[in-house]
């Protein structure tokens, strides 16, 4: 499956940030929105089903699963028009790892299923704790 980085919404807002960041920023506000449970994914391909992208929707992550289901039509709706064959899912997201949560891989298969998952990166940062002293006379 091609990683196609981070969400569609979080390229925009804010390139390093979680899931629950991306839903503050839309829900405007830390505690505007409790939790995710669902985020929806929508799909635009050539009738060929050959070349796929993302395609932004107004709103893409829900508290319940329900509500991403009912929203993905008119999402859907929505994005008419921008992509011959058009394909949305609600991805299932663990509220308890929604903070961790940083990219959705996905792939379009030739009959038109679309797999996707929400998931973490396995990036892991290190440092050796080793800082050398600056040497303030040669630089300035």
Known sequence: MPDVGLFSMVARACI???LADVARSIAGGPSAMEHIAAVLL???CSNTMTECRELPVSVSVFETAQECTAA???A???VQGQAPRIIAKCLSVDPALEDDYDR???NVRPDGTLD???E???LELASSG???EKDSLSQQ
């Open 104 to 106: 959705i891989v996905w």
């Open 130 to 132: 080793a800082r050398p």
């Open 16 to 18: 390093a940030g979680t």
């Open 116 to 118: 996707a998952s929400v």
């Open 42 to 44: 929508v799909i635009g």
């Open 76 to 78: 859907m709706g929505d």
């Open 72 to 74: 993905r039509p008119f």
């Open 120 to 122: 973490i990166s396995d």
